[in-house]
């Protein structure tokens, strides 16, 4: 098979997986036992998937609670902002339900309040607010000067001496393209100073997703999560992040400032301003190629290295 023919397979299989994810399918809130005793306004059902180890990965289950709020939400009402809490580890390999409540419908705003149960048990809360777009003073922090992305080299370049992490990274990847600009994932450069340091990438859905906003939505949480809490584990400090270390999300932030299309490459700015007691703050801004500032994300976690477990 030539290259471009496997790109276009894997472009094909990597929609078809994203779409999948975030397809939910409509559960019967009465066949869900739980002691919630607020009005539900919908109840989904998202499928988990068998790749990487069974803790369920944090952006995926943000992304399909965030997919299941906006179901309940009228047409035309895109989403800004996202507030997420991991209370319990999830198996990846076990579908979530998701128990959407309707916290409010206003004129111009609907928020909403999900719960995710696996077993009948809660693991996650998300808070969205949806906003129709209005008019009023405007800026923003510009973009980093980069080279763009057919400049940057490919993960298979830049972690060709390591095969074996090569894989993991493309595992936590799956169906995005990502071309990492500075050290490969899990390494730091000499001379970094803790809280200064970087990680940049671009980063993109790599098949055409459908014309669905709220798809591009779910799928850019999705990527959110990817490479952030990595940024507070290597990122000044002399450790590396190695196959004993874990990063455990704590809580998921998310700003959508514009809209964007997740397929098409966005540049993640990542840094982490703190890290103490055992967890670590990390933020990120993600810009589409013509320097608009498209979203905002900060995550939270535990910092579990060998040495300190």
């Known amino acids: 098979m030539s290259g471009g023919a496997a790109a276009v397979d894997r472009g094909r299989a990597a929609v078809e997986e994203v779409v999948g994810l975030l397809d939910l399918a409509t559960v019967d809130p ?71 409540e309707a916290l409010r419908d206003g004129p111009a ?46 993960l298979d370049r830049l972690l060709a001496h390591a095969p074996d992490r090569l894989a993991a990274v493309q595992d936590m990847l799956f169906a995005f393209d990502a071309r990492y600009l500075g050290p490969p994932p899990g390494e730091r450069t000499d001379g970094e100073r803790a809280g200064e340091a970087h990680r940049r990438a671009w980063v993109r859905v790599a098949g055409r997703l459908p014309n669905d906003a709220s798809l591009h939505a779910g799928a850019l949480v999705l990527v959110s999560d990817l490479p952030l809490l990595l940024s507070a584990m290597v990122a000044g400090h002399a450790t590396e992040w190695g196959p004993g270390d874990l990063g455990v999300s704590i809580d ?52 579990l290295t060998r040495s300190a477990r």
């Open 109 to 154: 705003m609907s928020t909403r309040r999900v719960v995710a149960l696996q077993r009948d048990t809660p693991i996650f809360f998300l808070t969205a607010s949806f906003h129709d777009p209005g008019t009023g003073p405007a800026h923003q922090r510009p973009a980093p000067e980069v080279p763009p992305p057919h400049e940057v080299p490919t």
């Open 252 to 303: 998921h932030t998310v700003w959508f400032h514009r809209p964007c299309r997740a397929d098409e490459w966005l540049l993640y700015d990542c840094g982490s301003p703190w890290a103490a007691a055992g967890r670590g703050l990390a933020t990120g801004r993600l810009y589409a190629r013509d320097g608009d500032l498209v979203a905002t994300v900060a995550q939270e976690g535990l910092l």
């Open 30 to 100: 009465a066949t869900v036992s739980t002691d919630r005793l607020v009005p539900v306004a919908g109840a989904y059902s998202g499928r988990g998937t068998a790749r990487g180890t069974t803790r369920r990965y944090g952006g995926l289950i943000a992304a399909q609670a965030l997919t299941a709020a906006a179901h309940t939400v009228r047409p035309g009402r895109p989403v800004h902002s996202l507030h997420a809490y991991f209370t319990r580890p999830g198996d990846s390999r076990r579908p979530v339900t998701y128990l959407v």
